[in-house]
């Protein structure tokens, strides 16, 4: 089950359903496409992910939305142009137009550029989370299915920080009842998700499930959850990179980014208060990767910014430019430049569809609570109290392959390698 039924959403159903038809490949998913090795090198065993470790079939996924907007697949498909229309999209058009997006819990205060018709009326904001878990039990007893996960594809929300409605579940409860601000419509998903035991990935830098009643409940209630913000496009690159010049101990100074895009989710961020949400998620990393207090005289002054601009000539075409000032030896300065020309719902799609399998597969192996493995597809990973959070993307790759392994039961990979030479044995 989807929340959102915008670009990214859309984009994913539509791939999913032109996979299973023979008339794509999967690309940019690694439950798809990725291989794992297992044992020692000279094993040679290096079967698929989808092989390895028991995931649901694609053939056996059905989708479902909620959206404030009624458009079907279909329509919001054509308007959010991301795919071609004559290619992927008229030839499934029946099946998308069959997936009409459910009234949502929406509320113009927490995404201030859209406005919603499609929207569920309630006394109050515990009424509504009820109404979502019905239509989690109606969705999965009508399509006659074992599981659901959800995955957040909609909208950023205004800027929110945790407080006291979001502490335990009697307060939080309290809250919905009487209709406390501090309750965003996320929310509602998360708490109603969780108390139909569903798997909750956050997709967007809202707080949603990154609260310490939400991380409860799922502990509680044995469900993975996880987030924040699909480590997509920019923040990706940011996340190679900066590992690569501290690997070199080449020190930085500053990193500006900025974005044009176009497409519908550049419209909610052109609102301050949406920004603000995703500049949080965006800005964290660096810090994270680089560590100033380990090594202040490489990291201590980095001036990092991030801009986004919404410029709807663009659409989903995004253009996401960073000028990296970094030094080097004696400190003199160098420059990197970077001009990421992607499509935004394209690098996302994919990893909508290994969060819902992976999260599926986590809530099967009783792996509860925050799922960190899956910290690879987030901008701004949730981890337990106490640690703090792995950006470097080949950290994230390995933990979640040897999480995998773990599942498996299978020999960690910590690419010592000493045991191929013969010294090793004397
Ligand atoms: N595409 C990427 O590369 C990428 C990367 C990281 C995060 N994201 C996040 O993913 C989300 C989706 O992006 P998109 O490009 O599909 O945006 P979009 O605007 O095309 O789609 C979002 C949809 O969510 C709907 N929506 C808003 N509030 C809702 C609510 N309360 N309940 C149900 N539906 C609601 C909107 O009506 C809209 O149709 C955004 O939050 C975006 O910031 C996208």
């Known amino acids: 089950m989807l929340v959102g039924l915008g670009a990214v959403s859309t984009t994913f159903i539509a791939g999913v359903e032109n996979v299973r038809r023979g008339r794509a490949l999967p690309i940019g998913s690694l439950s798809q496409m990725a291989t794992i090795r297992l044992g020692k090198r000279t094993d040679k065993r290096t079967p698929k992910i989808n092989e390895f470790v028991p995931l649901a079939d694609l053939k056996d996924l059905v989708f479902a939305a909620w959206d404030p907007i009624p458009d079907d697949a279909f329509t919001a498909a054509v308007k959010a142009g991301v795919l071609d229309r004559h290619e992927h999209l008229e030839p499934i058009k029946d099946f998308l137009q069959n997936i009409k997006p459910m009234p949502a819990v929406f509320d113009q205060y927490y995404v201030k550029r859209l406005q919603g018709t499609n929207v569920k009326r309630g006394k109050n904001k515990r009424e509504l989370a009820e109404q979502l878990r019905e239509d989690m039990r109606n969705f999965k007893q009508s399509a006659k299915l074992d599981r659901i996960v959800i995955v957040w594809c909609a909208s950023t929300e205004v800027f929110l920080t945790p407080g006291p409605a979001h502490q335990t579940l009697a307060a939080f409860e309290q809250a919905m009842e009487q209709n406390d601000q501090s309750i965003a419509p ?126 709807p000539p663009r659409g989903d075409n995004k253009e996401g430019w960073d000028n990296i000032d970094i030094f080097g030896w004696l400190g003199y300065p160098m420059q990197i430049k970077v001009d990421f020309l992607c499509r935004d719902s394209i690098l996302a799609a994919p990893i909508v569809l290994d969060l819902a399998l992976f999260f599926d597969l986590a809530g099967r192996a009783g792996l509860s609570g925050i799922q960190e493995w899956l910290s690879f597809y987030f901008k701004s990973p949730q981890f337990a109290q106490g640690l703090y959070a792995e950006h470097d993307l080949f950290i994230q790759q390995t933990k979640l392959k040897n999480t995998l392994r773990w599942l498996m039961g299978e020999e960690q990979i910590t690419h010592l390698g000493i045991e191929y030479y013969e010294y090793a044995e004397k």
Request: hydrophobic residues 40%; aromatic residues 10%; negative net charge.
């Open 186 to 311: 996320s929310m509602l998903y998360a708490y109603a998700a969780l108390m139909e035991h569903v798997p909750f990935a956050n997709g967007a830098p809202n707080l949603t499930v990154d609260l310490p009643v939400m991380e409860k409940l799922a502990e509680e209630h044995h469900v993975p959850i996880g987030g924040k913000d699909f480590k997509t496009g920019q923040t990706m690159m940011k996340s190679v990179l900066a590992p690569a010049f501290k690997a070199r101990m080449l020190g930085l100074s500053g990193w500006y980014s900025t974005n044009i895009l176009g497409n519908r989710d550049g419209e909610v961020l052109d609102d301050p208060e949406s920004f603000k949400t995703k500049e949080e998620s965006k800005l964290g990393l660096l810090e994270h990767i680089l560590q100033p207090d380990l090594y202040p005289e490489l990291y201590g002054k980095v001036y990092h910014k991030v801009r986004i601009n919404y410029y």
